[in-house]
């Protein structure tokens, strides 16, 4: 019986290996899906404006989502993206509504601690439409706007990665109501990640 019951074990152990072989473990690296779509999920926190001759306006926190496209180089990734914020109901001198729509060229860094899990750090690049709504009517302006962060990435499934981590953003010299101001907050989230 007991030898039964050790070739049955070493018959599941040559079986499990094979399979193994058969269906590798997927690679953060694999070049064989380079192309992606994503969804982007986050928090904003602290979101403030600095205007010109004025207080700093801190708005409320509030949630961010958004579109990613992108494309996969061994380590390093790049993603043309789309997000948005958007921040209600904050009463300071009038101010009713507050977003923040940005169109942004990504580039990632990957670096790999196993086949399925890494960190990655990230310089993004493009322009914002940054909108403001006030008592005295509805103002935005097309203003240039940096991200800078750090996270994690996980690949799920072969074909699913998904990134945890936190951003930087900065919208330099908005014009609003013939008033200049920059805006800036904190973005944790997440992005799920289809590769094909």
């Known amino acids: 019986m007991k030898k039964l019951v050790m070739a049955a074990c070493i018959l599941l152990l040559c079986s ?10 997927p690679d953060l690296t694999d070049p064989s899906r380079p192309n992606y779509v994503g969804l ?6 602290d979101p403030t404006a600095e205007v010109e001759g004025y207080p700093d ?3 409320k926190d509030t949630q961010s989502y958004g579109l990613a ?8 990734r790049v993603d043309l993206s789309y997000s948005e914020q958007d921040t209600k109901n904050y009463d300071y001198a009038g101010l009713v509504d507050a977003s923040n729509n940005m169109l ?3 580039g990632y860094y990957t670096y790999p601690f196993q086949k399925q899990f890494g960190v ?3 310089v993004g690049l493009g322009g914002s439409k940054f909108e403001q709504s006030t008592e005295l009517g509805d103002y935005h302006d097309y203003a240039p706007v940096t ?4 996270g994690a990435t996980y690949l799920l499934l072969e074909s699913f990665e998904v990134d945890t981590g936190y951003v930087y953003i900065k919208v330099y010299n908005a014009e609003i109501n013939d008033t200049e101001l920059s805006y800036e907050a904190h973005a944790f989230g997440c992005m799920l990640r289809y590769l094909f």
Do not use: D, S, W
Request: charged share 15%; proline share 3%; with cysteine.
């Open 57 to 59: 306006i801190e708005y």
């Open 40 to 45: 982007v999920l986050g928090l904003t926190y």
């Open 16 to 25: 499990c290996r094979n399979g193994q072989a058969a269906h590798p473990i």
């Open 104 to 106: 942004t060229i990504n």
């Open 120 to 122: 990655y750090g990230m």
């Open 147 to 150: 991200k800078i962060g750090l």
């Open 69 to 76: 496209i992108g494309r996969k180089f061994g380590n390093i």
